[in-house]
């Protein structure tokens, strides 16, 4: 599936000033508006995120940020609908995202739902409950569009020299696996596999640990086990490494691995992004949290403890993704759905390997 080679570099701050909570009554074409701001947000199983860019040489500059940890898949995979609490939850943070959008006079803007909308029951009247109560218009999108700008707005991070690239995100409620081939800018999205499985549904499944070994990998196994298949279909073996292949992880799990092999005292997007991961490190970073408590994970700042109790989850299916793809390292990006939706808005293009470090 072609992606339309639409990528692009987003540089500049990333604030996480929360502004009011004043109601947003959606974009005006007048003013400010026509200069050009363009606002992407993504609202995950777990996460509440919102860009704000403006066009720049060669890409984009962010101007304005949030996030925020909403859990709106908490108890979904029990119930198959989402609860009135983290329904309010994230209610109350797309607030805070509409003040933003509104203040900054968003000219263009898309705002999507993943994995938990789509799977849950109640999804349709909570979509409309969060226009009634935010002024924005939400909508949920496929696991292939998901897919496509993951892909997109991690592109600037591959290399254009490698042939083949597998690119991977794992979310809240799924995990999303892409599998490139091609050189330079022409690289193409030839497959991919959206998995029913992400930190939250994970972590409801097995709990949040600590784990004791035979469990550890009886988890993994489950994991490999669903993946064979994908694997399979495209001739990946054990000699994946030798055969011009690249691997680029997008999640939080990923980026919080990142910042703990760096030995970082707190989280830094400029140096975690576009990092590098050895499957040595994956492999007993993932060990060592898989036996830890929740408390004991929450204590280092890189985890802290809105990611703590879910990190055994995500531990797992990095480490059956690497098992399943012996690499033996893979680019860490911290960047998505938000930079995919940025790329299409202002139809920016640039080629692999052209933003390996950029920030915002």
């Not at 692009?8 to 007048?30: I, V």
């Not at 777990?46 to 709106?72: E, K, M, Q, T, Y």
């Not at 979509?127 to 292939?144: F, K, M, N, W």
């Not at 690239?165 to 490139?180: A, K, N, R």
Request: hydrophobic share 40%; charged share 25%; proline share 3%.
């Amino acid at each position: 599936m072609d992606f339309g080679g639409q990528v692009a570099l987003s540089t500049g701050p990333e604030p996480r000033r929360q502004g009011d909570q004043r109601r947003h009554t959606g974009p005006r074409r007048n003013g400010r508006r026509r200069q050009g701001l363009c606002a992407a947000l993504d609202l995950g199983t777990n996460n509440c995120r919102l860009l704000v860019a403006r066009p720049a040489a060669g890409g984009f500059h962010i101007v304005d940020a949030f996030s925020r940890v909403v859990r709106l898949g908490e108890g979904l995979e029990e119930t198959g609908r989402l609860s009135e609490l983290a329904m309010k939850r994230t209610i109350d943070a797309l607030r805070v995202c509409a003040t933003k959008i509104r203040r900054r006079g968003v000219a263009h803007g898309r705002y999507v739902a993943t994995a938990a909308c789509r799977n849950a029951e109640n999804c349709d009247e909570f979509i409309v409950r969060i226009e009634d109560e935010t002024g924005l218009h939400i909508e949920t999108i496929s696991a292939e569009e998901e897919a496509r700008l993951t892909v997109a707005g991690c592109f600037p991070l591959l290399d254009g020299d490698t042939p083949r690239s597998l690119v991977f995100d794992i979310g809240g409620g799924s995990t999303e696996v892409m599998w490139l081939a091609g050189n330079g800018d022409a690289q193409e999205m030839i497959d991919w596999i959206s998995m029913p499985f992400g930190v939250v549904s994970l972590t409801e499944r097995f709990g949040q640990g600590p784990f004791e070994a035979t469990a550890w990998e009886a988890i993994i196994e489950e994991l490999l086990d669903q993946l064979a298949p994908f694997c399979e279909a495209h001739g990946i073996s054990g000699h994946v490494g030798k055969a011009g292949v690249q691997m680029l992880g997008s999640s939080g799990t990923v980026t919080t691995l990142a910042g703990l092999t760096l030995g970082l005292e707190r989280y830094d997007r400029s140096r975690v992004d576009g990092s590098i991961l050895e499957f040595g490190d994956v492999h007993s970073l993932a060990a060592s949290l898989s036996a830890m408590t929740a408390e004991d994970r929450a204590a280092h700042p890189c985890i802290g403890s809105d990611r703590a109790d879910m990190m055994a989850a995500g531990c797992a299916i990095l480490e059956a993704i690497c098992r399943r793809w012996p690499v033996g390292r893979l680019r860490v990006a911290d960047r998505g759905v938000r930079e995919g939706i940025l790329v299409d808005l202002m139809g920016r293009k640039a080629t692999p390997g052209a933003a390996h470090n950029g920030g915002r």
